[in-house]
């Protein structure tokens, strides 16, 4: 509860707008403190872009394979009125604790440090990794540098967003692209004056829901509530007065690809079909992404981490509505699982919490899958 408390306290907002946007040392520092305490080798890599943001990855124990320990060290920004107590004072009331970052998700850490507590190194036949990111709520940056340097290596990766201490191997990705049209403004008297983006964009538009289609027809997974990719049409803007003709026009879209679509394939796609969309016209126009976009991702039924989880919660490892670090985990190599003590309905808005009563089956949980891939270390 100390742990928590500190880590609560320690404000770690990440923002892609920088009045919000906060460091995360202080996170890292409590966490690379208590970790080395207990006798983890610590290696904290400050991010390229951003001096000011770091991630740590911990290790107790040595060799190959081995449990990785994951989570974000960083929250979402807070809307102060909101809150009934501090969202940076730790504060227990109706059984639950309240605070920023309770849920989504600095508890993990917490817990799993009380769970790493009751092994030292030498019971440990493969590694235990304690990993913790920056930024996962506005770039991704933490997780992707991790790619970058090639690190940690592992054998499973359990990360601990909230998921109810409900397994979860598979997610939907991520896309949010801006399409924009620039034509030229004229009197709407006589069309011949300008290139009017607003009717280019009603082709493009068509052009993207005839894409939808096709993608919905060749990709399906019956493990998800919507078994198809989606294409959400979530923002368009153009021109300002009805007697000039439109000169720009900008469509936003969300895309949630299935595991196995690749990324930087549907960009193409989209660039595609807007190209034949506009072919002969005069139109200059771009497809941009708003963010990097998260990838899909699914670890095999057959994972032994799937079916140990599977076993020790009594529940069968199912898909999240939200994306995570878990693809670029499995980039690295790892069974990633995505299993956490808190909900996702607190997260991400005020008086987020996390039931008292999710505590201790958490620890119990990592105490058991450390148990098993650390020091038995055979897969069972
Ligand atoms: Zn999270």
Redesign the pocket.
Known sequence: MQMLHALIAAPSVSSVSPQFDQSNRAVIELLATWLEGMGFRSEILPLPQQPDKFDLIATLGSGPDGLVLA??TDTVPYDAEGWRHDPFTLSEADNRLYGLGTS??KSFFALAIEAARRFRAEDLRAPLILVATAD??SSMEGALELVRVGRPHGRYAVIG??TNLKPVRMHKGILMEAIRLHGRSGHSSDPSLGVNALESMHKVIGALLSLRAELQAKYQHPGFAVPVPTMNFGHIHGGDNPNRICADCELHIDLRPLPGMDIDELRNLLKQRTAAALAGSELRWEVTPLFCGTPAMETPANSPLVLAAEQLTGAGAGAAAFG?EGPYFRELGMDALILGPGDIAQ?HQPNEYLALERINPMVELLSQLIERFCVRATPS
Request: charged share 40%; proline share 10%.
């Open positions: 989570g974000h989504d998700m996962e709520e967003e909230p995570t997260a």
